[in-house]
């Protein structure tokens, strides 16, 4: 249990860190790198579309990671002691997490790296965050691509470059022909890659689970799935106008969990 919550601390800091770290690099090398382009348009110029681009998946990942933490799931705590209040209690979609040490509400799983569970409330913002943090990411590794291929003039042209630039330039930063910020920024290319990926499947499981009404404690509970049409089970989550909902996260478009927190 101590290693659970000493995970539950380092996560959230680990994510921290990888956000400020990324940020750094956007604005002091990505972007002055874009402005220097000779053959850049002063209108919609690359540096600026970009600037942009960023700011709108890094505000919805971090706006999104905040809201999953203040929109937590509801603690039950009638549910806890007595046998006979517990039986009382909603089954089985409420769990015991050990890490909170409370009693959720249509419980999905913890998650470590907002150090919160993921119920109902949440839901919405979870997969919102999983999918700007996956979005965030593959686009800063495009533009650390670009921006190593114009300082160290490599062609990403070969589907192998991206594989084989980790050895190389390894090789070339002990003989001094890469900097250490530029090996820093190969190194990140790599992480972002890793996150980008594994944020992207996390988010396409949970949409499935979504789409078929169940969540993941249900799941290992081998609880049926409720028999009612996909769209009923996305609008649970993501309200009446989903498409909406998934396309402008801060936009509140009245989700069921938002309207029973309101009554
Ligand atoms: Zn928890």
């Known amino acids: 249990m101590l290693a659970l919550r000493l995970l539950n601390v380092v996560a959230p800091a680990y994510f921290l860190c990888i956000a400020l770290v990324t940020l750094v690099l956007q604005l002091f090398l990505f972007l002055p790198r874009m402005r220097e382009d000779p053959t850049a348009a002063r209108l919609f110029s690359p540096a600026l579309l970009h600037g942009a681009l960023f700011l709108f998946l890094s505000t919805n990942a971090l706006g999104n990671y905040v809201l999953v933490i203040q929109n937590s799931p509801d603690d039950l705590d009638a549910c806890q002691g007595a046998e006979a209040r517990r039986a009382l209690c909603p089954s089985p979609s409420t769990h015991f997490c050990r890490v909170c040490a409370r009693v959720t509400l249509r419980h999905d799983h913890h998650c470590f790296f907002t150090g919160n569970c993921i119920g109902s409330r949440n839901m919405r913002n979870f997969v919102l965050f999983c999918l700007y943090t996956s979005l965030a990411c593959l686009y800063s590794m495009v533009a650390g691509v670009a921006y190593i291929s114009a300082v160290l003039s490599i062609s990403f042209a070969?589907?192998?470059?991206?594989?084989?630039?980790?050895?190389?330039?390894?090789?070339?930063?002990?003989?001094?022909?890469?900097?250490?910020?530029?090996?820093?920024?190969i190194l990140m290319l790599y992480l972002w890659f890793a996150i980008g990926l594994a944020c992207a499947g996390f988010c396409c499981h949970q949409l499935l689970l979504i789409l078929r009404g169940q969540t993941r404690h249900q799941v290992r509970?081998?609880?049926a799935v409720r028999a009612r049409p996909w769209r009923k089970n996305l609008q649970e989550v993501f309200g009446k106008r989903w498409l909406l909902g998934l396309l402008v996260p801060m936009f509140n478009v009245g989700s069921e969990s938002c309207k029973q927190r309101d009554k």
């Open 221 to 223: 509970k081998g609880v």
């Open 158 to 185: 070969h589907p192998l470059a991206f594989l084989t630039l980790l050895p190389t330039s390894i090789s070339q930063f002990f003989s001094g022909a890469v900097l250490g910020s530029e090996m820093f920024v």
